[in-house]
């Protein structure tokens, strides 16, 4: 479908994304007066069908960010759940799809109005990274830190907070980096500018806890139970030094978006030997299978879309 042709749910309405308009004054356009989600789909060709991963607790984790943020919301989570399904179907995607769901400040307000609130729904086609991964990227840690509760909370997913990613990642891509590890004011390490993180230290998983300056990852409790009850490996929920990173046997990072993305190299350190490791490849695969609900695990965590 290309995009002229593909429609999104706005307050109640399918419109094409070309002809869905914001007022350019709300606080939405003006301040990133918005939270959000990015929720995956995977196709699955067998079944002829549709998953959306995890949707329940995308919308749980949505109705989070609102109460943090102090907005209004004129939705349930079952009504937005159907309008999800709904925009999918109206699009007739038969393919791997990322959504992106926001509820925004609209009107004529400043940046702490609590209403009108908008909403839109957004479907798009997205392909899934194909088992084995093979590929992966460079990282750096930033000179920016994470921002912290005590400021802008990472656990209230607000479109404004993605000024602090902005500014790491356009700071490691102009240094020849492909994604910027952020640490957070205690000096650990906290995650990446829209994944957290994970590495490998003789066999153990470790990964920040979210009291870290972390968005609370749907992604990274979807691994974590993994590992616990499919892979049983040993997992630390710890805080992370900077020196770990360069001496780890594996590191990648994790997200909706970003699914399992291994780090070969930080700060020009070699992360193990360079190339994908298989603890990394394993949970990749892993994911991928609980996504299209192949292994008998997550009690709610696929959603289809048709029949
Ligand atoms: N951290 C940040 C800052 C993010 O933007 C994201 C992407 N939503 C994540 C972590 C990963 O979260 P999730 O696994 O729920 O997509």
Known sequence: MDSDNRKIWLNGQFVLV?????????????????????????????????????????????????????????????????????????????????????????????????????MFIAPIAKKRKEVPLTRGVRGCVSSWERISDSSMSPKAKVG???????????????????????????????????????????????????????????????????????????????DIDRTELYICDEAFLCGSAAEVTPILVIDAYLVGDGTVGGITRKIHQTYLDAALGRIGIGDGWLTPVYG
């Open 160 to 238: 404004a907070n993605y000024i602090n990613s902005r500014m790491a990642q356009l700071e490691a891509l102009d240094g020849g980096y492909d994604s910027a590890i952020f640490m957070n004011r205690q000096g650990k390490i906290a995650e990446g500018p829209g994944s957290c993180i994970f590495i490998v230290r003789d066999g153990v998983l470790v990964t920040p806890p979210i009291t870290a300056s972390i968005l609370e990852s749907i992604t990274r409790d979807t691994i974590l139970t993994l590992v616990k009850e499919v892979l049983h490996l040993p997992i630390e929920i710890r």
């Open 18 to 118: 070309k002809d869905a308009k914001i007022n350019v004054l709300a606080p939405t356009s003006q301040f990133g007066a918005n939270v959000f989600e990015g929720i995956r789909g995977y196709w699955d060709e067998e079944q002829g069908q549709l998953y959306l991963f995890r949707l329940k607790d995308h919308y749980k984790r949505l109705f989070q960010s609102i109460k943090l943020f102090r907005m209004g919301m004129p939705y349930t989570a079952e009504e937005c759940e159907e309008y999800c399904k709904e925009i999918i179907r109206v699009n007739k995607y038969r393919e791997d799809i990322a959504v992106r769901q926001t509820v925004f400040v609209e009107g004529f307000g400043s940046w702490y109005s609590k209403e009108p609130v908008g």
